[in-house]
């Protein structure tokens, strides 16, 4: 979370950074430019000067010695262009402005008696010369021009490194937000994160563990004093009902058993078919009370359970194999194995095997069925039989708590075997589900590998 939380912040200050900073580079480049224009400029306008003095005497050797002078000290060649664009004087040999058409245009312009404006701009990936143009005479009336052609490697060197200390400048305050940032954000995410560590905790079945109320800000201590009053809460309910259902199991085994024992012992004492009936019934319904009971006291046991871990079919399936044989010949059904080897799968709480120990013997017990299979894949096993099935409605009815269908109200059950079995693949992430085999029944289990 505190690498997600920086991801956020960081190229959202770097935005920030790049919306104050690129206008400011862009003036850099403008005031750079509009600095050594003017400069280059002021020296045109002298050589101007010069040159409509020299023109009127004659005289232009002096104006030549003297560009040629500016040359020599500054690097920049310098000609004097006439009217009819014939070069009059230059600073070096074959210097020749005119025959450029960039240049061409603004010597037009200037000979027009137009003032050109500032056509370049010092960006350091722009390699083309400084133009500078400056007219002879006044107005409309300009009888030559100067043109000087600048070298601009110092001036865009000077703009990089103007932009390199105001990238510094920008650099040394975004680190030190980026530094304040990183236990900034730890503090605020650390009792986030030992919160989630508590809820997956509770999730898992862990009702001893609480949230940290000491670190970070009230808001998130507030909220940590809260979960853990909930935790308390809810761990307090749990245990009274997990309480209440065991006592109340192990308070009712001894009256159950006594009155067992009372219902066997009127046995010789019944005659009469009606009467042996009814004495049938009542070691039947005793009996049933005491599956019952087990039922519940089991169910409690399994719900406080939570936690999961993967177990290897392969072994799981030795384990279980000839308790459901032994049962399947008993009940004259033929049992099929058909699983890969090598499958891994997610345990539920309180162990694959009797998950599908109840299924197994659910399909030999209640489904009328002559042959039981147990299919699997990876992430899957299918407990299917080819007896009578469950109707579309019966299917969704069946993993409710205390549900049996009506031809089984008859056969030994509580209707909380499925019920139980579908909570515990649940509770692992996995799901069971009922599905037609036409004819019989496809248990489906689906846990992850």
């Not at 040999?93 to 404006?117: K, M, S, Y």
């Not at 009336?141 to 990089?160: H, K």
């Not at 079945?205 to 000491?214: H, I, P, Q």
Request: charged letters at 20%; glycine letters at 6%.
């Amino acid at each position: 979370m505190l690498r997600r939380l920086l991801a956020i912040t960081v190229p959202l200050l770097v935005a920030l950074v790049a919306a104050l900073g690129i206008p400011l580079a862009s003036a850099v480049v403008q005031r750079e430019t509009q600095t050594t224009y003017l400069d280059r400029l002021g020296d045109a306008r002298r050589f101007a000067s010069l040159a409509e003095s020299a023109l009127q005497s004659d005289r232009l050797l002096p104006l030549d010695h003297e560009i040629q002078r500016y040359d020599q000290l500054f690097d920049i060649p310098v000609a004097l262009v006439s009217a009819d664009k014939r070069v009059l004087l230059t600073s070096r040999q074959g210097f020749n402005p005119t025959i450029d058409p960039e240049v061409e245009t603004v010597l037009n312009a200037a000979l027009n008696g137009i003032q050109p404006d500032v056509a370049y701009a010092a960006w350091p990936w722009r390699t083309g010369p400084m133009v500078v143009v400056e007219p002879v005479g006044r107005d409309s009336e300009a009888v030559a021009a100067v043109v000087s052609i600048s070298s601009t490697g110092a001036l865009r060197a000077e703009v990089l490194r103007q932009w390199g200390l105001m990238a510094l400048a920008g650099l040394a305050p975004m680190l030190a937000v980026v530094a304040a940032a990183w236990p900034m954000s730890r503090w605020v995410l650390r009792p986030v994160s030992r919160l989630d560590e508590a809820t997956a905790a509770v999730a898992a079945g862990n009702l001893d563990v609480r949230a940290d109320e000491v670190g970070g800000p009230p808001e998130l201590r507030r909220l940590a004093k809260s979960f853990n009053t909930m935790v308390d809460v809810v761990g307090r309910a749990l245990n009274r009902q997990k309480a209440f259902v065991a006592d109340a199991s192990h308070q009712l085994r001894n009256p159950l058993a006594s009155l067992r024992l009372a219902v066997d012992n009127l046995a010789p004492h019944v005659e009469g078919e009606h009467a042996q009936e009814a004495h049938q019934i009542a070691v039947e319904e005793a009996e049933e009370m005491g599956r019952v009971l087990d039922t519940l006291l089991a169910a409690t046991r399994l719900d406080s359970a939570r936690k999961t871990e993967p177990v290897e079919i392969d072994q799981l399936l030795a384990t279980h194999t000839p308790a459901w044989q032994a049962l399947a010949i008993r009940s004259g059904v033929e049992l099929e194995i058909d699983v890969p080897a090598g499958l891994t799968m997610q345990e539920p709480p309180g162990g694959l095997g009797s998950v599908l120990d109840e299924l197994v013997s659910n399909a030999i017990r209640l489904a009328n069925a002559t042959e039981v299979r147990i299919t699997g894949k990876a992430g899957e096993l299918h407990v299917i039989d080819n007896g009578d099935g469950l109707s579309d409605e019966e299917r969704e009815l069946a993993l409710q708590r205390f549900w049996r269908a009506t031809k089984h109200q008859n056969v030994a059950g509580t209707g909380l075997g499925l019920a139980i079995c579908a909570e515990l693949i649940e509770s692992a992430g996995g799901e069971l589900s009922l599905h037609d085999a036409g004819p019989g029944l496809d248990v489906k289990v689906a846990l992850s590998a």
